[in-house]
């Protein structure tokens, strides 16, 4: 280890065994935190989640220890967690998934990566309303230093609940190894692709979504959006690649209304091998959703190749930029006309430009910078040991 190593730990234990949007982003940052000389990093799992997080992190990085249950393991973090971190010797902790120890007895940093908890209360469970706002709430006022995905995000934090401490903004990186326009020597897309769905085929024309199917995603407009374009293009299917989520009801009525379950390929959650390859099918990748924290299909699906249409004003837009076509929200005519105009085969030296200018723009988010960008956080905590001055909720760490 490096001399000025930092003793970091970062509480992994909200991961689920099938991991989406928060979870990727945790996995890779230790991942790639586990990579670095100048960390020693300690993943605090569940009890039955060990081996998982010890490939992940290489052997005897990872405390064992928390319980299963939400319940139980919310109960803990507060009563247990600051006490085994301490025994640990850490000098920083890592809540990176809004929560944090309310009486921790080291400086804490957490991850706050949207605030539709406080925009748009409907699109959650009541139940993840009350507990996230009420952690973003204390995040705000007790933790040393936060990080949030994009500076919409950040704005929104300090709009809605302004932090005492600094604000760090680390994008999400694309890991460049499987998010690539072609696959790995010796792999081939196709077999993959027939074996998840027949309809999968070579040449068919794929309007794909890859997240989980919850409000915020908008996919019933996108449905009907799809829907208006069977006859201009009586070949192409929708492929909608994610877990059902709270609210997914929506999604089957806005099928069984248009009538088009025979040219949408429901997949469900698909494993993280499956998703490049629908990626370097698409047609078109697309991404409706009203509202991201940072939106890291869209920059994977350029970083495939993909063309993309996106939401104009999200973070979906700010990490794009001018690679994407962006719509309104909720504008399902716009969505169609975009969709079919990808659908119907933009001119050429367009195209190519596009996709150049897409591959450019992915290159440039890397969970190596992620995870740099990070240890800024983590070391002004620890420099500080405590939160930082009133009202300076920046970009960059108070000195």
């Given amino acids: 280890m490096a001399e000025d190593c930092l003793r970091l730990s970062v509480d992994v234990s909200a991961v689920p065994a099938r991991a989406a949007g928060a979870g990727h982003y945790t996995i890779e940052l230790v991942r790639a935190l586990s990579a670095r000389s100048d960390v020693d990093l300690v993943a605090v799992s569940r009890r039955d989640d060990a081996a998982r997080w010890s490939e992940i992190t290489g052997a005897g990085r990872v405390a064992a220890v928390a319980p299963a249950p939400r319940p139980l393991r919310l109960g803990w973090e507060q009563l247990r967690l600051s006490s085994l971190v301490g025994g640990l010797h850490r000098q920083v902790h890592h809540g990176p998934h809004y929560t944090m120890p309310e009486r921790a007895r080291l400086p804490v940093v957490v ?3 949207d605030l539709s908890f406080f925009t748009e209360p409907g699109w959650h469970e009541r139940s993840k309303v009350v507990l996230f706002r009420r952690a973003i ?11 949030c995905p994009s500076h919409v995000t950040a704005a929104e934090l300090a709009r809605w609940c302004p932090p005492v401490a600094p604000v760090f903004v680390a994008h999400h990186g694309v ?9 790995p020597p010796g792999e081939e ?12 085929v070579a040449g068919r024309p794929l309007v794909v979504f890859v997240g989980t199917l919850e409000p915020r995603k908008d996919v019933p407009t996108l449905v009907r959006a799809f829907a208006q374009l069977r006859s201009r293009h009586p070949d192409a299917v929708l492929v909608l690649a994610g877990g059902r989520g709270w609210g997914a009801d929506a999604v089957d009525r806005a099928v069984a209304d248009t009538g088009s379950d025979d040219r949408v390929v429901r997949l469900g959650y698909v494993e993280d091998v499956l998703v490049p390859a629908l990626l370097r099918a698409a047609t078109v990748a697309a991404y409706p959703a009203r509202y991201e924290g940072f939106g890291l299909p869209a920059l994977e699906a350029l970083a495939c190749g993909a063309p993309v249409v996106t939401t104009e004003g999200t973070a979906m837009a700010e990490v794009t930029g001018d690679a994407a076509t962006l719509v309104p929200a909720g504008d399902g005519a716009a969505l169609a006309d975009a969709l ?7 001119p050429a030296a367009g195209a190519t430009a596009r996709r150049r200018r ?10 190596a910078a992620s995870a740099a960008r990070h240890l800024e956080a983590y070391r002004h905590a620890a420099a500080t040991g405590r939160p930082g001055a009133p009202g300076r909720s920046a970009d960059h760490p108070v000195g």
């Fill in 175 to 183: 890991d460049a190894a499987r998010f690539a326009p072609s696959p």
């Fill in 340 to 346: 079919d105009a990808e659908l119907s085969g933009p």
């Fill in 358 to 367: 897409g591959l450019e723009i992915a290159a440039g988010y890397t969970w």
């Fill in 111 to 113: 991850t706050v990566h």
């Fill in 137 to 147: 709430r204390v995040a705000a006022r007790r933790a040393a230093a936060v990080v």
């Fill in 189 to 200: 897309d196709g077999p993959r692709l027939r074996n998840a769905d027949p309809r999968l």
